[in-house]
């Protein structure tokens, strides 16, 4: 909902952003990862049978999204990407949280799979066709990986949550998802309620801090400030990488300019 009320960078800077560095990416994916089989493991605040089964499919999610997200970069686009990699790995984690600890293998594989293609779809394919999703200039794409992904396993808890997990993890008469049968419509309909609901809250409460804000300083800079970037406002470059830390300089360096290697 930022991203709407900004609104998007200048042309030329969305035409062209490469990563600054997918070493770093990789890294930081991999401490993620790890970082979140604690986040759902720890859900039950037990070392449990409900905590393994989280770090479980956890991981059996994340690994099949990765590798279905890598598959759909080969088919369509006829090379695997490292940062499309990664995008798979945060949809498959994302999805798996809310069911973690109450879904079996066979349904975390489902939801890797679902994982991996649904986001892939909205973010690679759909984006780019909606004149909407357009004006939101999502760089990370957290939309996709975290919006669209989180919603997807909400809903999938609520279609295959398995009733003697959910009890395990925590007692509810007849908790359990429309897969089996019972009750399990209706929670599929609470899913579906808590979804909206909570795409509804951030749409108003994130408009109204928006605007509370623009009320005291401009959300977006003018057009001339967006041209120079960083400098024009702070008077300093984030990524100072040319030559011996001089700033950027188009004279000299060119739009597309590589940092040549340092020989000592």
Known sequence: ?????????????????????????LTGAGLLWMGWAGFNGGGPYAANSVASMAVLNTNICTAMSLIVWTCLDVIFFKKPSVVGAVQ??????????????????????????????????????LHKRSKILQRVDDTLGVFHT???????????????????LCNLFLPVADSRGAFYGGAGGAQFGKQIAGGLFVVAWNVA??????????????????????EVGDDAVHGEEAYALWGDGEMYDVTKHGSDAAVAPVVV
């Open 146 to 164: 975290h919006g669209v992904a989180g919603l997807l396993g909400g809903l999938l808890t609520g279609l295959f949550a398995e009733p003697t």
């Open 1 to 25: 909902m930022c991203g709407w009320q900004v609104g998007p960078r200048a042309q030329k800077d969305r035409e062209r952003f490469p990563p600054n560095n997918i070493l770093f990416t």
């Open 88 to 125: 798979g790995m945060i949809t498959g984690l994302v999805c798996i949280t809310p069911a973690a600890g109450v879904v079996q293998g066979w349904a975390a594989l489902v939801m890797g799979v679902l994982a991996g293609s649904i986001p892939w779809y909205t973010m690679m394919i």
């Open 205 to 226: 409460v994130t408009s109204l801090i928006c605007l509370a804000i623009n009320l005291l300083v401009p959300l977006r800079m003018p057009d001339d400030k967006l």
